[in-house]
């Protein structure tokens, strides 16, 4: 039991670092990525190409997530910039027919060249024990990572000007440009933050799991799921969905079967906007 | 030679989407005066404040503000030259509090006002300090949104239809929060349903009519000719 709970906040915090990327994205840029799971497999597959040169782990690692900063910046100046001329429902419509195009590109190139890929890093991995059960030393090092990454995206957005100006932009974006905020400049900032924290996922999935270049889409969908369960506009909503919904969906999982687990998932979203369609941690109004 | 004026407005045209709503609209506002714009829903008064604002679709003609021209700059660079806006939605962060509003936003200007004079002038915010944006009465979301507005340092302040769905007794208190600024020396743009109470806040008045000036003069001589206010106005 508790080491199913285990498992499952592990995956849920790597759940959470897909999620906040798109809810910052959507936050910030008004559009809903659907390629935003191969961000992270991109990720995983460089940090792997790298270590095949000969890499050390780590800086393998760090190089990954800085080729998913990379590709989330390219992304946003250049395929992006249509979908970034309309406001409201015009952009959110355009942006997801271009990030699903991008995401089909991705996923294609990536199965045409590794299609027998999977990143692992071969590391030895003792147990530990935690609370009487045994775990694997990467899935808490993974976990480790995630929760750092989150205490860094946290302190960046309260004590940070930039940070200030992107939480108002998020808030309300008409105010927050009529206090002299310039919405673009900051997007282009958290489109490619949002990419490494989809990086850091990757990566870290190869840690305590492997990474295929087939699982973008499995990414974006669970990403998706807990984006709208922690509420589309809530950072702090996100990091408590991913970890919820990672717990469900190990107890799913184990009991029922990995397709019931995905319908229960869906079940859950499907609750959370008619009963709470701010999100999970939305203030009542 | 008398000083330019600080906003100056020259035949300025603005769309929505293909619908064409300011046809050629013209006005100044000097330095230190408090102006308003009147004319029935839909004659164009909020649509000038958003062009001025660079906050519509597509707009043509020339704003000239400080010597500077702003027709082609978007609203946040505009914003960030010295135009304040208050919206009529008061674009106010729902789900923060008082307090957070008007702290959140990074100062970009400098000579703003200190969240301190924000409270002298607004007691009742210093009260509601810890209350979530949504819960404010109407007034109290005006007086934050103004409150958020003069920490930013403008040289003008635009207020769209300030008194809507306020209560009388919130109306009155507003009026006066605004009279206040006046004599501070603020430059204050107003649009307004209420004519009489604009035009006894202002100095001068422009007077909308299908998104052109149909008339305008100092606001003391609007006040006391029931016929224009009878035939422009939609008031006896």
Redesign the interface.
């Known amino acids: 039991m508790t080491a199913i709970l285990f498992d499952g906040i592990v995956q849920g915090l790597q759940l959470s670092l897909l999620a906040v990327g798109i809810t910052l994205i959507y936050g910030l840029g008004g559009v809903l990525n659907l390629a935003h799971g191969q961000f992270a497999v991109a990720g995983g597959v460089a940090a792997a190409l790298l270590l095949q040169l000969g890499i050390s782990p780590v800086l393998a690692s760090l190089g990954g997530i800085a080729s998913a900063g990379v590709l989330g910046l390219i992304v946003d100046r250049t395929l992006m910039l249509p979908a970034y001329r309309y406001r409201g429902e015009e952009r959110l419509l355009l942006g997801l027919i271009l990030t699903l195009g991008f995401s089909f590109i991705v996923d294609g190139t990536l199965n045409w060249k590794f299609p027998e890929f999977s990143l692992t890093f071969r590391l030895p991995v003792p147990l530990m024990d935690v609370a009487g059960i045994p775990m694997r030393t990467a899935s808490l090092a993974a976990s480790l990572i995630a929760v750092l990454t989150f205490a860094g995206l946290f302190a960046f957005l309260r004590l940070t000007l930039l940070g200030k100006s992107i939480r108002s932009i998020i808030e309300n974006e008409v105010g927050a440009e009529l206090c002299g905020i310039d919405p673009s400049r900051t997007r282009t900032l958290i489109v490619c933050l949002a990419a490494m924290m989809a990086g850091v996922a990757g990566v870290t999935q190869g840690l305590f799991s492997s990474l295929g270049t087939e699982m973008g889409p499995e990414f974006t969908i669970l990403g998706l799921l807990v984006a709208v369960v922690g509420g589309v506009r809530s950072i702090n909503g996100t990091l408590a969905a991913g970890i919820l919904l990672g717990i469900v969906n190990a107890f799913a999982s184990h009991y029922v079967g990995a397709y019931v687990a995905y319908i229960i998932l869906l079940s859950f979203a499907m609750a959370t906007i008619l009963v709470r369609p701010a999100g999970l941690l939305a203030r009542f109004t | 030679m008398p000083e330019a004026p600080l906003l100056s407005v020259s035949a300025l045209n603005a769309w929505y989407g293909e619908s064409h709503i300011l046809h050629g609209v013209s006005f100044e506002v000097p330095r230190g005066e408090v102006v308003t714009l009147l004319g029935r829903n839909g004659a164009g008064k909020t649509t000038t404040l958003k062009s001025v604002?660079g906050?519509v679709g597509r707009r043509e003609g020339s704003v000239r503000f400080g010597g500077k021209e702003l027709v082609a700059l978007?609203?946040?660079?505009i914003?960030?030259l010295g135009l304040?806006?208050?919206?009529e939605e008061r674009?106010?962060?729902?789900?923060?509090n008082v307090h957070e509003n008007l702290l959140?936003?990074?100062v970009?200007?400098a000579g703003g006002l200190p969240v301190g004079q924000v409270f002298d002038l607004f007691p009742n915010l210093k009260e509601r300090l810890s209350s979530?944006g949504?819960?404010l009465s109407g007034g109290e979301q005006q007086m934050l949104a103004i409150g958020?507005?003069l920490m930013?340092g403008p040289k003008v302040l635009m207020l769209d239809e300030p008194s809507t769905g306020l209560a009388p007794k919130a109306v009155a208190e507003l009026y006066r929060n605004l009279s206040t600024l006046k004599s501070g020396g603020l430059t204050i743009i107003v649009t307004e349903q209420q004519v009489a109470l604009a035009l006894s806040l202002t100095d001068r008045a422009y007077v909308l009519e299908q998104g052109a000036i149909r008339l305008s003069g100092r606001s003391a001589e609007l006040l006391g000719d029931p016929a224009i206010k009878k035939a422009y106005l939609g008031v006896a």
């Open positions: 604002m906050m978007p609203s946040n660079r914003a960030r304040a806006f208050c919206p674009g106010i962060f729902a789900s923060l959140l936003p990074p970009v200007r979530q949504t819960k958020r507005a930013g």
